[in-house]
């Protein structure tokens, strides 16, 4: 099958956004529920580092990340049923244009931030990023979902499905608005909890943390162009020819 062929497949790709949320919400479900009543059983040092609680999550770029995937396949199965998944429609419906914004603003760079700054600073250290004393408490399989296949999936959507990238500085204002939002979440966690949301960030002295800080917000705003370059070279052809047909 060509691309334009899977893409013209509402079947295929009804599936894949189906078992993206499917294994996105259940991810959501597990870390809220189950995790919550099974942490007590375990030592107590698992007990002080998983996070049982919703507020707890909260402090997590990673569980906002697994909102974001799992909103993003909602709104693309309504999209499947309700909108339309024309390369190049003359007046694309409210949800297909919010489906393509959340799409490139939010989905792709934030899964791509935390696949792969986890898995870095995972393969530096993990006791940075994930300590081993959560190997008992945390399941092997919802680290990957939470690390591994939003990646999978958001790289795997950008070659199945097309979307229209929002004018770039609108774009970029919106991922640059989410990022420092977030960094400005964790510092207010740090000032009532006296402790940093990740063990890395208690390694750093002030300047360095300073860097890190921009080095992450800069490698985000990256990651948004990447996924523009990406999204206009793979499906360059098709929509040239979606847009002659339509002339």
Known sequence: MTKVELYKSRLFVTIIHLCALGQFAYGLYYSHFEIQRSYKLKTTASRRLVPDSLPQKVKFLSYWCLIIQALYYIVSLVNDFVGTNELAPKRPPAIRQFKDWLMATLAFPVALNVGVTFWALYAIDRELVFPKVLDAVFPSWLNHILHTNIVVFIVLELFTSYRAYPKRSKGLTGLTIFMGSYLVWIHIVKHYSGVWVYPV????????????????????LVLYLVGEFLNNTVWAKEVKLAKRKSN
Do not use: D, N, S
Not at 203 to 220: D, E, H, K, S
């Open 201 to 220: 960030l208690e390694v750093l002295q002030l300047p360095q943390r300073i860097v890190f800080f921009v080095a992450v917000i800069g490698f985000t």
